[in-house]
């Protein structure tokens, strides 16, 4: 009775262990050569999607993921491999709007608003990627995030048949980053139940002409 106990136990254990190693595994091939770290090489598209964040913390410092974000997508625009911004984000309450927040940043970094684009609606990666093939009629994007996000976002573009490619924008090392790539792992297997159920992004809207 022990032996069944204990070779069950195993069993919960390994499952979600292989689930994690496998989704991981995945989503890595599926981007590799899809993402670039300096702008010499990435190919020219016409629209940058940079995937929304808060812009501080929680003890009100910046959030550095934010700052390297609008970093990449200023030096894209500048080396003009993007032509416009779509800032897909949260914007769940009047108090909270991922989207103008980068916008109001953006334009204090030279990008003219008429430029800018918001999603308010990019609730999460998979409402970013899908609204912006339906919503805003993009075939091609360049994903503007860390590298981790970016590949994330690469292969549910390529399931919902949006072809990307990532700009990577600086990253955390050590004990920094530990908690965002840690929920990055269950964010991938979450990108798989996803493609199970057919998950749907939470609004739709009127099409938007990126012009």
């Given at each position: 009775m022990r032996k069944k106990i204990y070779i069950s136990i195993c069993i919960l254990i390994a499952l979600p262990l292989l689930a994690i190693f496998c989704s991981n595994s995945v989503i890595k091939n599926a981007a590799k050569g899809k993402t670039y770290f300096t702008v010499n090489n990435i190919p020219h598209n016409k629209v940058g999607l940079v995937l929304g964040t808060t812009n501080k913390l929680t003890n009100g410092s910046p959030n550095p993921y934010y700052v390297h974000r609008i970093n990449a997508t200023v030096a894209l625009y500048q080396a003009k491999k993007i032509d416009y911004v779509l800032v897909s984000g949260d914007n769940g309450t009047k108090y909270y709007n991922e989207p103008d927040t980068f916008k109001k940043e953006l334009i204090k970094q030279g990008i003219p608003e008429e430029k800018i684009f918001l999603d308010f609606a990019g609730f999460r990666t998979l409402d970013s990627m899908v609204r912006a093939h339906v919503i805003f009629g993009l075939n091609n994007v360049t994903v503007i995030s860390?590298?981790?996000?970016?590949e994330r976002a690469i292969y549910i573009a390529d399931k919902k048949g949006l072809t990307a490619v990532g700009f990577n924008a600086k990253d955390l090392d050590g004990k920094a980053g530990l908690k965002v790539q840690t929920r990055?792992?269950?964010?991938?297997?979450?990108v798989f139940l996803?493609?199970?159920?057919?998950?749907?992004?939470k609004f739709y809207g009127e099409k938007i002409v990126i012009e």
């Amino acid at each position: 009775m022990r032996k069944k106990i204990y070779i069950s136990i195993c069993i919960l254990i390994a499952l979600p262990l292989l689930a994690i190693f496998c989704s991981n595994s995945v989503i890595k091939n599926a981007a590799k050569g899809k993402t670039y770290f300096t702008v010499n090489n990435i190919p020219h598209n016409k629209v940058g999607l940079v995937l929304g964040t808060t812009n501080k913390l929680t003890n009100g410092s910046p959030n550095p993921y934010y700052v390297h974000r609008i970093n990449a997508t200023v030096a894209l625009y500048q080396a003009k491999k993007i032509d416009y911004v779509l800032v897909s984000g949260d914007n769940g309450t009047k108090y909270y709007n991922e989207p103008d927040t980068f916008k109001k940043e953006l334009i204090k970094q030279g990008i003219p608003e008429e430029k800018i684009f918001l999603d308010f609606a990019g609730f999460r990666t998979l409402d970013s990627m899908v609204r912006a093939h339906v919503i805003f009629g993009l075939n091609n994007v360049t994903v503007i995030s860390q590298k981790f996000h970016n590949e994330r976002a690469i292969y549910i573009a390529d399931k919902k048949g949006l072809t990307a490619v990532g700009f990577n924008a600086k990253d955390l090392d050590g004990k920094a980053g530990l908690k965002v790539q840690t929920r990055e792992y269950l964010a991938r297997v979450k990108v798989f139940l996803d493609i199970i159920f057919n998950t749907e992004p939470k609004f739709y809207g009127e099409k938007i002409v990126i012009e």
